[in-house]
């Protein structure tokens, strides 16, 4: 079954950066359109960024020139790469991959901005 393991989130002071890791496991990764989207309290969750498996990628606007989301296929892994975090990125950040139907979900990791 699809499975992903997010790593990477924690605390950061405002203008710094974090990565974030998604190891997927259970359908086939290279062939899949990867995402990372946020959800912050009291808010709706949303889309930050998408990756083909060929590596094509587009971005929020409020996001762009900051975030970075990159892929290794031979891993199966996809990251998020965060430079110059506001306090406004402060949300739990989950990985998805649309199935079908179906959305799949990693379990979120929480990015929080603040000094």
């Known amino acids: 079954q699809v499975q992903f393991v997010e790593s990477g989130g924690g605390l950061v002071q405002p203008g710094g950066s974090l990565r974030l890791s998604c190891a997927a496991s259970?359908?086939?990764?290279?062939?899949?359109?990867m995402g990372w989207y946020r959800q912050a309290p009291g808010k709706q969750r949303e889309l930050v960024t998408t990756i083909t498996g060929r590596g094509s990628t587009d971005y929020v606007d409020s996001v762009k020139g900051r975030f970075t989301i990159s892929r290794d296929n031979p891993k199966n892994v996809v990251y998020l790469q965060m430079n110059s975090l506001k306090p406004e990125d402060t949300a739990v950040y989950y990985c998805?991959?649309?199935?079908?139907?179906?959305?799949?979900w990693g379990q979120g990791t929480q990015v929080t901005v603040s000094s």
């Open positions: 259970g359908f086939a990764f290279s062939f899949s359109t």
């Open positions: 998805n991959v649309a199935r079908g139907t179906r959305d799949y």
